[in-house]
Structure formats: C-alpha cells, structure tokens
C-alpha cells in the first residue's frame, strides 16, 4: 500500500504499507482524495511537534471497505467525509455537544499502520496519505454519491475549520462586520461562513494580490492588502477579526481592530511555544480573544450540514480544489501549498 511517510526527518511516497483490520467501533476507508493542508506541512517542518515514523493527512474522503462490530450508521460501499475528532462520546464534554473538547480526542496518537514490521503512527487520528486508513466510527461521516469525493475531501479540516469558527463558535450573525486576515483555504472558508450567516461587510486581507479573486468568489466585500485601510472601511473596527495566518503580529492587529464588544478569533498556528501581546486596556470594552479549535465543529451533524449547503449551492467545495495530483506528486504539491499557488492541493489514489 503506498502513503506518504514522515520518517523525522523528510515526508516522501513509500510503498510497502500496511493497516490493521477495523476493530470494534473502528471504519476501514478506501481513501479516493485528500487536501493538503498546512498542518500537514507543519509536522514537516516541526511547527507541529509529532512522533514519527508517522502517515500524512487529515483532510479526507473515500469509500467504506469493511465495518467494526458495533458499526452501523454507515456499510461498506458507502462514501464517507473524514473528521480528525476522534472523540469518546461518553465524557461530560461529548454529553455537552463539545466533542473537540474531549481528552480521548486529543494526544492520543495510535499506530494502526506498519512498515517492515515496525509500527507508523496515526496523523490527527485519520492519517488520509493512504490508500487505505482505519479510523473510529464517529470519524467516518456519510455523504451524497453525487457530491465529488475531491471536493468532500476539504470539507473534514479546511470547511469544518473556517465556516464551523463563523457559526459554532463567533456565531456571527446578520448584519456583522467580519475581517479575515489570510485569505488560504481556511480564510475562504471563513469567508464564505461569514457569506452563508449573513455577514454585511466581510473585508479580506492578504499579502498577495493575486488572491483577490478567489477571496471576492467566496464572499468577501472588500480586499486588501495589509491591515492598514482596514479602519477606512470600518471606522469603528470589525465585529469579528479572524486570524489565519498564524503570525504573532497579526494576531495582535485582530485585536486592534475590533469595534466595542469585538471578536478576534484564533485559527492560524503559529510555533508551539510562540506568545503574543496586546494592550490589556483595549479589551475593557467587552472585547473578546477566542481560541478555536476545529471550527468548535460536530462533525456528524455538520458534515452533513456543509453537504446539504453544497447541494443548495450556498458553500463553494469545487472552486476550493485549485489543482489536483496523483499521489506520486506529493512534493510537487506540498512546494505549491508552501508557495501559497494553490488555495487547496488535493492528492488522489
């Protein structure tokens, strides 16, 4: 089975994989597509602290190959979105409706795949860099067969992420003003969540002006360049700031640009052990700074959600995928990614 592999030290196409059987509770995936996100790219290049040997990819959609005992929501043959969360559904914070908060879901990292007999870890629990993956049952979300598996593929991070941390957890509302620094496939995905509640004006902001189409096709009002103009066009500051960067200092501009009872919410990565500052007193005003982790998603309700608005043709998948490559391309695609010419990479099996 090939996938690409992160030994510590470089990520490369290997053959000679293998995965276990699905266990109790447990969904075996054909994987047909999978994007390439930057957090992909963060455990290359040790943003993102992980165990290697360790299989890519989080961002992924298939067809069901074999079931666990117990399983019965979905059935071989059927085709499936994939979510990172790997939650219990049995902790308070699942019986809350919170399951990215659940402590199994997170630094828990499985080995279900080896290697010339040494065991390969699992990434983000999903590991979609495979011909095949297994995965637990609440991860494996079924999805329409006319909706293109390329395109369901963005909807387990990069849709999830973006448009889950419009509506679940800044719960922007009609009317708003929204600023979304990054315009990469997170920050489209923001954008056309602040579109589809409602937002009125949505200001866009990125270095690159070559981005200003796509940003515009997903809803944005405005484009800019830096941060500068931003008051220009909203004299009081926005209602929301989202920061897609991952950048300290543009984390701090989210701050500075929020009106009375303002937002900014958190989404890039930057280093583990990076900090930011800001002027306490600016924050009096009822103004909020709002981690956010996986759009604050449910992702067997959501998943579904963000299907049936594809459907309706009210959330863009298709023009989120800017090219696709055989997966014998992966470095071709990751130097795109990196290089910031493609809003989504999508590798294909």
Known sequence: MRGV???????????????REPGPGEVLVAIAAAGLCHSDLSVVDGTIPFPAPVVLGHEGAGVVEAVGAGVT?????????????????????CDRGRPTMCRQAIGRPGRPFARDGRPVFQFAANSAF??????????????????PLTSAALIGCGVLTGVGAVLNRARVDRGDTVVVIGT?????????GARIAGALRIVAVDANPAK???????????????????????????????????RVELIRQ??????????????????????????????????????????????QRDIALYA???REKRLLLDELVTRTYPVEDFEKAAEDAAAGRVARAVLTF
């Open 184 to 192: 990469g496939g997170i920050g489209l995905n923001v954008i056309q």
């Open 130 to 147: 495979a011909e095949r993956t297994v995965v637990k049952a609440v991860q494996a979300v079924r999805i329409p067969r006319e909706l």
């Open 5 to 19: 592999l992160f030994d510590g030290e470089r990520a490369e196409v290997v053959d000679g994989l293998e995965v």
């Open 73 to 93: 929501h979905v059935v071989p043959g059927d085709h499936v979105a994939l979510s990172t969360l790997a939650n219990c559904g049995a902790c308070p914070d």
């Open 254 to 299: 989210a701050i500075d640009l929020l009106d009375r009872h303002g937002q900014a919410i958190l989404l890039g990565v930057p280093p583990a052990t990076a900090e930011a500052s800001f002027r306490v007193s600016t924050l009096y005003l009822d103004k909020s700074v709002l981690g956010c982790r996986y759009g604050s998603s449910r992702p």
């Open 308 to 310: 049936d608005l594809y």
């Open 212 to 246: 200003e189409e796509a940003a515009r096709l997903f809803g944005a009002t405005d484009f800019l360049t830096s941060t500068e103009k931003v008051r220009e066009l909203l004299p009081h500051g926005a209602d929301h700031a989202f920061e897609c960067v991952g």
